[in-house]
Each structure stands twice: as structure tokens, then as C-alpha cells.
């Protein structure tokens, strides 16, 4: 097992009891704490593309789990675009130049984009177990040699990438990480056991203003109809609902789930383009926030 990735001065919290099992953390705390019934917690309508911006807002369209599929996609006006991963099917380096490609036709001011669980050649420690391996899953990038994707971040030249770092645009700091739960049922890449990753990434204090690109939460759009389980993160749900409290989370990976919910303080996004077979059906969605105010 892989350690997680540390950030320094975090403090300490304590590990769920229920991290290991999503499913049942939102049956206990969905009856015993009503953690995730109305009214504070609800889906939300996305907004109509073509609803006017208010004065002093951003508009921040959502995309993800494009998966080389985005021909066919209407992008609608907006000010920072956000595409939370699984952009290709594979991360081979000819899939992510034409994603790169098409990010080039994008009007947008602001572009973020984090890597998924399909972005194998962004884990270069997957990669390396992947080779040795010849895992017969993904053939075609597991012939890859280290010389043709060690640097395939830098392929990305039309949008700012994301890497367990943050950015500040527009006065808003946005948080990008492609890390997520491992779960066996899903590609391996970018995976680590539940109770790891983001009991130490995370910043300590709230950040009103913040917009989260990353995995899932337990309990909001994570549910898997086919498998009959939750696959968010319960460890990630109390770093966004006790510490970060950021304004918005965007996230894909579960295509079933595509949608808005809130729980009164953030808005979660499933921005999943792609339905379960892998149709490119769902539109981005757009969500206004007010502009921060500055204080001197």
C-alpha cells in the first residue's frame, strides 16, 4: 500500500468508523443523525444555460468524464471552466493531445483541469507496477515506454492542471486532487485505501470562497444502482463538512450520479458527461458564485 501524499502543519483528525464502508456509513448516519435528509441537504436543478449572469458573479461550467468523447458536447458561456477528470479512456498520450486540442477551443478566461482514475499514465507509480505486470485490462498502455509518458502532464498546455495543489482565480482558491477511495470495481490509478488521503491533504480551516475539484463524498451522488452501493468517500464527506466547507465540489466518476445536490453550505456537482454506457449525454453544468470580496 502506497502512502498518501502529506502536507505539512495538518492537524491531526480522528478516522470514521464506518470509513471502509460507504454504504453502511450512509445507512448510520442517514437514520441515527438525519445527516443527509431534507431540508438542508436536497438535490438542486442545475441552471439553464442560457440564464443571464448576475452582476458581480462568476460563472463556472462543469464538465467531466468526457472520456475522449467531447466532439459532439455543447459548451455553454461561462468564465472558468472545470473538467474534474477521466477526460480519456486510458491517459495514452494521443488521447490526452486531442483533449488538449479541443481545451484550445474553448473561450474560456479560466480552464482547471484534474486527472481521473482513467488518466493511468498521470500515476507514474501505477504505470511502473503496470509495465512490470502486463496487466491484460489496459494492453495498449501497458506497452508504453516510461519515455513516452513520464512528462505526459506537460501535454496539457491550454488549461491550468491540478495536482494535489490549488489556484486562485478571480479571488476564488480552487483545490485540485485526482485521488479517490479504492474500490475494486473501478480502475486502480490514482487509488488509495479510504482512510488515507484526505485526513491529511485537506486545509484545516474553512474556506468560504473555494471551489473543491476531486472525489466523491459519501451520500451525495454516489450511489451505483448496478452494484447497489454507495462509493464516495466518508472521510472526504467530513473534511468538506467539518474543516474546508468550500462553496462548491465538483466531481464525476460515478456516471449515474450526474446531477446537484447541497447540504445548505456546499454545493456537490456530478459533472459526468458520459451516461453508464458511455454516451456523451449529459450537458455541463454551470453554477454562478458571487465574486469574493476583498478585505484589506
Not at 483528525?13 to 445507512?27: H, K, L, R
Not at 503496470?130 to 485490462?137: C, E, G, H, R, W
Not at 450526474?258 to 456537490?268: L, N, P, Q, S, V
Request: hydrophobic share 35%; aromatic share 12%.
Amino acid at each position: 500500500t502506497r502512502p498518501p501524499p502529506r502536507a505539512a502543519g495538518r492537524a491531526a483528525v480522528e478516522v470514521d468508523e464506518y470509513s471502509t464502508n460507504p454504504t453502511q456509513a450512509f445507512t448510520f448516519y442517514n437514520i441515527n443523525q438525519g445527516r443527509f435528509q431534507p431540508p438542508h441537504v436536497h438535490m438542486v436543478d442545475p441552471l439553464p444555460h442560457d440564464t443571464p449572469k448576475p452582476p458581480g458573479y462568476t460563472r463556472f461550467v462543469c464538465i467531466s468524464d468526457t472520456h475522449s468523447r467531447t466532439d459532439a458536447i455543447q459548451m455553454p458561456y461561462g468564465d472558468v471552466f472545470i473538467h474534474a477528470g477521466d477526460f480519456t479512456e486510458l491517459g495514452l498520450p494521443s488521447e490526452v493531445k486531442k483533449f488538449n486540442d479541443w481545451l484550445g477551443t474553448l473561450p474560456y478566461d479560466i480552464k482547471i483541469v484534474i486527472a481521473g482514475n482513467h488518466e493511468l499514465t498521470f500515476d507514474q507509480e501505477f504505470m511502473a507496477d503496470l509495465i512490470k505486470q502486463d496487466f491484460y485490462y489496459f494492453p495498449s498502455a501497458s506497452k508504453l515506454k516510461p519515455e513516452n509518458y513520464e512528462n505526459v502532464q506537460s501535454l496539457l498546455t491550454n488549461c491550468i492542471y491540478l495536482q494535489d495543489s490549488e489556484v486562485t482565480v478571480r479571488g476564488f482558491r480552487i483545490y485540485g486532487s485526482p485521488w479517490w477511495v479504492t474500490l475494486p470495481v473501478f480502475y486502480p490509478s490514482f487509488s488509495l485505501p479510504p482512510l488515507f488521503f484526505f485526513l491529511s491533504c485537506s486545509s484545516t480551516s474553512p474556506v468560504s470562497s473555494g471551489v473543491l475539484c476531486c472525489c466523491l463524498c459519501v451520500g451525495f451522488l454516489d450511489w451505483v444502482p448496478k452494484k447497489m452501493q454507495r462509493v464516495g468517500c466518508m472521510e472526504l464527506l467530513n473534511t468538506v463538512q467539518r474543516r474546508v466547507q468550500p462553496k462548491l465540489h465538483v466531481f464525476g466518476h460515478i456516471h449515474e450520479g450526474y446531477g446537484m445536490m447541497t447540504d445548505g453550505t456546499t454545493t456537490f456537482v456530478n459533472a459526468s458527461a458520459c451516461t453508464v454506457n458511455f454516451q456523451p449525454m449529459n450537458p455541463p453544468i454551470v453554477f454562478d458564485l458571487p465574486n469574493p470580496t476583498r478585505t484589506t
